[in-house]
């Protein structure tokens, strides 16, 4: 991976929309009035990932694998502890003031809840106006049809301008979420879990309209989600994560037909196929135990001890995110061999 | 009725009533589980699925109230029964767990005091009998260091091992039918698969009849043999898991199937019912599903289809099927 | 039949919403007449501080004339009572109909100024406190815990023996015997709502600070800040009775209610009315204000927009 960087780093401006380089996050939870044991939970521990214009780059995980903190922190809502984010060939941290403001107005974010991310005492007018508002982008009568353009775009009635959020179903109101990102025309979209509190058939409703919006607005997304069928009809390549580290990541093909890391082997298990027939003929693999505490990960591979192929060397020795076969990343000492996907119609 | 049902609802119907007059939760839903049998009640939020076990449970609260139909558990209507019989039954023979565990069970006390007293309360056992059938049913549901678990406090635990604990602590009383409202939907993916696991072999091992109240499709089809879709408070189709997910004959549950992401195909097409769930207040005139069906037709608007037999075992509440099997 | 279904794709307009934003009078109007206290109390307060305003043509008499041939006349409906002193008079026959209503004054604008001033600072420190957390919200918050420390009246009675007591004295007592509880309820709420996605949201939109605390975080802290307040317009009122009870309150010949009831005290066991008329007042608008304060409560908030 780091010679890969090398290479990289000499074009980063033309192949990459965003890089992000050894990013760590710590939460300081020391105990005590007096803090005389420092504790960290360490949510992310030292990723490296890139995302290519126009692409989404989906990322999966359970709770407490550090994705969300991933989407906050190129958000810049979270500080980092280490690392840099590269976006459009500037790194993030370095810049300040009125002249991050301006680029972070080009990443924009859509969040899980739909009703906690609307904010109750505002009209959908107000919500959508509020970033162009925010960056002087249009006033009055300009202001007024940009914001009707959007409501259009997502497909909003515009009659539905004056009212409450309260007033609009899960769908509907993902849809002003939605035409808020939209409203600065930002470059990179983190969807942070946009689907997940919604019914299933709204689900869909909500991920065609962001395929459609990608298509016709050149987006770029971050795609956050703790499972993959979620993620699976929007990405083009899928990061897996655990316990703050990057352990696979590949294009969407490549995952689903043949992971390489038994984690991934495990999540793809995991769903429920909705199909009855395959219910007996389908090859189960259920990960024992719990996700261990990010405050004290065990030694070696993070996952070792719920890996059922997990060996010696796994307990003491930290893999490295490698580039198995092309375009194929993995963090495992003993990637998994043909034959552990589970696409039925290849 | 033959000897091996054990839960009989017939045209059950909870209502809300509030100050903006009567709101049709549940609108005339029957349905029977047989010994053994895992079922499930599909649909969305605001389908009345939850009503429904809550109805079963007797648990609905004010300003809801069971307001026609009966519920036989075991030939005995337990809408017609006193509170003090029904909570005998409650936890005895029926048991029921729900989707965050973390609010059903008390912060304050302990996890083997809590299913130790629920031990004691259904079978008159002694302290220390119940101790140990508390610890028993914690390494049943495959909780690790059981004994350690027993003397912890509920905030303790990760969500998985709480959702075990609720289900060692329904399964505590050997009921016989396990009511369980969405148990995996809080639940990370991995933990999801091992508790769907936990309940499948222990529905085989002890013979207990299982109402899987859930959205999900995907769950639907690799626990249950039989299904329910609701929809704005009524059944809209119900028949097995095979004949479903093969044959389904409801526009609605056409399109909840096609809504499914199916994690196997790579080649998917993810199609959408357009569309919200009308609220409970504002249920439209005719087919309840009219406003979002793309086959709804004049009929549909005027007049309500009633549940028929489209074939044997097979139940739908849709127009098109009036005049014999068309395909969708 | 329609055999011919349209493929679905989920991005044309979707269906209507579950109700209708009414204007927001309309909606005012609706919700005060579906709440019974709600219209009582504000029948009880608009009545109070039209009261106040018109004293001057309300009042049969000058409140503060002395009438030695009229001292201790009991209500017109007892024996001796007389039609000209509806309510009696006290121990220096003035008339006490034209004192409460003259009273009235004082008593509102005490109360109301007090805890406007202990909600702009109280508001300000808890927004402050809440929203930057940290070593701000640190030292802000041991300022109110010391302040919480100090007994209310104890406060207010050394203040006003120092200053010597006015009106305006009070109104800064008063308020800033209060301004505290403000502080911590706004505090508590803020931290809870700056976990909410909106705020953000609105962060990664690149709204700056003090528009996110402005926009965001107030309107959605001004609901329990208003109801609170309106509970605290009551309890201020009375404890600037107590004050005037106390003999540090208003000065006559200011008239407050609390100084009406203190002069009557003496006069209790043989002519109640000199007391308890004002204690009435008194009771009567704080339970009027609580009435509005509950109501407010629920018309501030858009979503209780049906009743539903």
């Known amino acids: 991976m780091e010679q890969l960087m090398k290479e990289d780093s000499k074009n980063v401006q033309t192949e990459y929309l965003l890089e992000v380089r050894g990013l760590k996050k710590y939460f300081d939870v020391s105990e005590g009035l007096f803090k005389k044991r420092k504790s960290f939970v360490r949510a992310v521990d030292n990723i490296d990932f890139f995302v290519k214009p126009g692409e989404t780059l989906g990322i999966v995980g359970e709770s407490g694998c550090g994705k969300s903190t991933t989407g906050n922190l190129i958000m810049q809502l979270l500080d980092k502890t280490e690392g840099e984010i590269i976006f459009e060939g500037v790194d993030l941290g370095k810049l300040s003031g009125e002249k991050l403001r301006r680029k972070r107005a080009e990443i924009q974010m859509i969040f899980q809840d739909p009703f906690s991310s609307l904010n109750p005492r505002m009209r959908v007018f107000d919500i959508i106006a509020e970033p162009l508002k925010t960056h002087h982008v249009a006033k009055g009568k300009e202001l007024e049809n940009q914001v009707y353009e959007l409501m259009d775009v997502v497909g909003l009635d515009r009659s539905y301008a004056r009212r409450y959020p309260h007033e609009f179903s899960g769908g509907q109101r993902q849809r002003i979420g939605i035409a808020r990102a939209l409203a600065l025309k930002p470059k990179l979209i983190i969807c942070d879990e946009p689907v997940s509190a919604l019914d299933v058939s709204i689900q869909s409703q909500i991920l065609n309209l962001m395929a459609k919006l990608q298509k016709e607005f050149n987006l770029t997304y971050i795609f956050i989600a703790h499972g993959l069928p979620a993620v699976k009809h929007i990405s083009d390549r899928i990061a897996v994560m655990y316990l703050g580290k990057i352990v696979e990541i590949t294009t969407k093909e490549k995952l689903f037909d043949q992971p390489l890391h038994p984690y991934t082997e495990g999540l793809l298990s995991a769903v429920p196929i909705p199909d009855p027939t395959l219910r007996d003929k389908k090859n189960r693999i259920i990960i024992e135990g719990d996700m261990p505490s990010p405050a004290n990960p065990p030694s070696g591979c993070r996952f070792h001890p719920r890996c059922p192929y997990a060996q010696e060397r796994c307990k003491i020795e930290e893999p490295k995110l490698v580039e198995e076969q092309q375009d194929h990343f993995v963090a495992c000492h003993f990637p998994l061999e043909e034959g552990h996907g589970i696409l039925l119609d290849k | 009725m033959t000897t091996d049902t054990i839960l009989e609802v017939k045209d059950l119907k909870t209502y809300f009533y509030t100050e903006n ?308 | 039949m329609a055999a011919n279904p349209q493929t679905t794709t989920g991005t044309g307009p979707v269906a209507t919403p579950i109700s209708k934003s009414p204007s927001a009078f309309k909606r005012w109007f609706r919700l005060l007449l579906k709440s019974k206290t709600g219209t009582v109390g504000l029948i009880i307060v608009l009545t109070v501080i039209l009261i106040s305003i018109f004293a001057k043509q309300l009042a049969p008499h000058d409140p503060n004339q002395i009438n030695p041939a009229m001292m201790l006349k009991p209500p017109v409906w007892m024996d001796g009572g007389s039609a000209d002193y509806i309510l009696g008079t006290d121990n220096l026959g003035r008339d006490i109909l034209s004192r409460i209503i003259f009273g009235s004054q004082i008593s509102l604008a005490v109360g109301i100024s007090a805890v406007v001033l202990a909600g702009v600072i109280g508001v300000f420190v808890g927004l402050v406190a809440g929203y930057y957390g940290g070593i701000i919200d640190n030292i802000l918050m041991r300022l109110v815990d010391s302040f919480l420390a100090i007994p209310t009246i104890l406060f207010a009675l050394v203040i006003l023996s120092i200053f010597g007591p006015s009106v305006p004295t009070l109104i800064v007592v008063l308020g800033i015997t209060n301004w505290v509880q403000y502080a911590r309820l706004v505090r508590g709420e803020v931290l809870s709502i700056k976990e909410r996605e909106f705020v953000k949201a609105a962060k990664s939109i690149g709204v700056r600070d003090n528009q996110i605390i402005l926009r965001h975080l107030l309107p959605n802290v001004i609901s329990p800040f208003i109801v609170i307040s309106t509970l605290s317009v009551a309890t201020t009122i009375i404890l600037e009775a107590s004050l005037s009870f106390l003999g540090l309150g208003i000065q006559p010949p200011t008239i407050s209610w609390g100084g009406i009831l203190s002069d009557g005290r003496d006069y209790i066991a043989t002519s109640w009315w000199l007391a308890t008329f004002p204690g009435l007042a008194i009771t009567i608008t704080v339970l009027g204000i609580i009435f509005l304060g509950d109501w407010l409560r629920d018309v501030l908030d858009p979503r209780a927009n049906n009743g539903r």
Request: glycine letters at 8%.
């Open chain 2, 21 to 328: 007059g009567v709101i049709p939760s549940v609108d005339g839903v029957t349905f029977d589980i047989k010994k053994g049998e895992t079922i499930a009640i599909v649909g969305e939020s605001g389908s009345g699925k939850s009503v429904t076990s809550l109805s079963i449970m007797g648990l609905v609260g004010s300003p809801g109230k069971v307001a026609g139909g009966e519920i036989l558990f075991e030939g005995k209507d337990i809408t017609k029964i006193s509170k003090r019989e029904m909570r005998k039954l409650r936890g005895n023979e029926i048991a029921m767990i729900f989707q965050e565990p973390l609010t059903s069970l008390n912060p304050l006390f302990t996890v083997g005091n809590q299913i130790s007293e629920s031990i004691r309360l259904h079978q008159k056992a002694s302290k220390e009998e119940a101790k140990k059938i508390a610890i028993e049913m914690l390494k049943k549901v495959g909780i690790p260091r059981a004994e350690k678990i027993y003397s912890s406090h509920p905030h303790l635990l990760s969500g998985g091992m709480r959702q075990r604990v609720m289900i060692a602590m329904a399964l505590s009383c050997n009921p016989k039918l396990l009511i369980a409202d969405e148990p995996t939907t809080a639940l990370d993916v991995t933990i999801q698969a091992q508790i769907l696991e936990l309940m499948r072999n222990l529905s085989r091992e002890n013979d207990t009849s299982i109402m899987l109240i859930t959205h999900d499709l995907g769950v639907v089809a690799e626990m249950v043999d039989k299904v329910i879709v609701m929809y704005a408070g009524q059944v809209v189709e119900h028949t097995d898991v095979y004949t479903l997910f093969k044959d389904p004959k409801h526009p609605y549950t056409k399109g909840l199937l096609d809504s499914t992401p199916k994690i196997h195909e790579l080649k998917e097409e993810l199609q959408s019912i357009e569309g919200t769930v009308p609220p409970p207040g504002s249920i439209p005139v005719g087919c309840r599903f009219n406003t979002r069906c793309p086959y709804a037709t004049e009929k549909c608007f005027s007049e309500t289809p009633e549940l028929t037999e489209v074939s044997p075992n097979h139940q739908v509440r849709c127009w098109l099927h009036e005049e014999g099997e068309v395909a969708i």
